[in-house]
């Protein structure tokens, strides 16, 4: 038998799309050409290749506030799709920005709010926990770090969820740090660019 | 007092079961788990409002997958509107780079993820949906919108291409002239 098929043909056969009679012809002419053997051996290979990769996928702990997010929108209906918190705008007004976690932190003010500055080096566990809780934490549910000399402790609490028009994350949250010297609360709105949570506003109570 | 059982909300419950597998299907497009859950929840809450608006009984999972397909779709097409020229300059560095390794481009076996980012969206939207989540080719083609036929097609060429890539194999010898063409399941559907 002569008779080739091309390889829609032979790809068709792997999924088990051909009707029976096709099927036997298929795999008649398998046994004769080495080709298409190696063909619908690594076409088969390749589809097991990639369930294995992406089956890990599934094993994943899934994020809670992907979770929450589907199920807390049945207490509080269209909340995720509101643009802007009108708190928030208010928040943005009067504070100061900051780009990116880490930059300058919490720096001295305007005058009208008191300054305060993080202990110095900068805690490394900051920008972790802030990660963490932003990406796996309900709202409500704290996280804490707490620095290995007990020197300082974060404690942030993610508190609402939004997502604008553009489909941009928001979520507002509270913190708290301690150091030996002071205890102070500020309340921020970090967004959510390419799985980072970044810092978008901060500002005092 | 237990919670009501309405329909919304069994939707809401259903919809977190399949949670695992939008991520799966999303990582394949976004290549990147933050953008991938992102489209996930997008997902879910416009089927959530098409569910609700429609009243009708649609097949959940397949809803799902045609809402992220389109939408990464979509944002891809906004994204390579705005970095066109980007993309013109980086293609032409591309271009001076595989030139320079042309001795060893032919030697080269890639690994599978690497492999996989280089198909086409569209192809490797298909593959995944026929290989890794099992769909048959009507199925699929539901999803992605287009006629069984293309999807069969768009499977071909990717499997192709991922054999060229993992394992240095082309197939010119099944493209030669004459082929003898085989009806497939379902034909008169196609």
Known sequence: MNQKFDDLTLSSYVDGELDPESMREVEAFLESDADARKYVVNAIKTTARLRQSFNKVLYEQVPEQLINTILSQQKKKGRLSTVFHPALRMAAAIILVLVGFGAGWLVPTNGDLPAFTMPTPFPAGYNQVVQEAMEHNLSGAPRQWQSPENKAVIIVTPVKTYRDNSGQYFREFRMEVSTESERRQVDGLAYRQKGEWKTKAVYFQ | ?190
């Not at chain 2, 300059?89 to 595989?98: D, G, H, I, K, V």
């Not at chain 2, 001795?103 to 490797?124: I, P």
């Not at chain 2, 048959?136 to 097609?153: C, K």
């Open chain 2, 1 to 190: 007092m237990g919670k009501v059982v309405t329909r919304e909300n069994t939707l809401r419950y259903q919809l977190v079961g399949l949670i695992p597998h939008l991520r799966r299907f999303a990582r394949s497009l976004t290549k990147d788990s933050g953008n991938a859950d992102d489209l996930v929840q997008e997902a879910c809450e416009r089927a959530l409002k098409k569910l609700n608006r429609s009243g009708e009984e649609l097949h959940l999972k397949n809803l799902l997958y045609r809402i992220i397909y389109n939408r990464w779709i979509d944002n891809l097409r906004r994204r390579k509107t705005r970095s066109a020229k980007l993309i013109v300059l980086s293609e032409q560095n591309q271009e001076r780079a595989s030139d320079h390794h042309a001795g060893n481009r032919l030697d080269l076996v890639l690994d599978l993820q690497t492999a996989l980012d280089k198909l086409n969206d569209e192809h490797r939207a298909a593959i995944m949906l026929i290989g890794v989540e099992g769909y048959s080719y009507a199925e699929a083609a539901a999803v992605l919108e287009v006629p069984p036929g293309t999807v069969a097609s768009r499977v071909a060429r990717a499997r192709a291409k991922l054999g060229e890539l993992l394992y240095k194999r082309r197939y010119e010898s099944f493209r030669a002239k004459g082929l003898k063409k085989l009806r497939k399941k379902n034909e008169s559907e196609i």
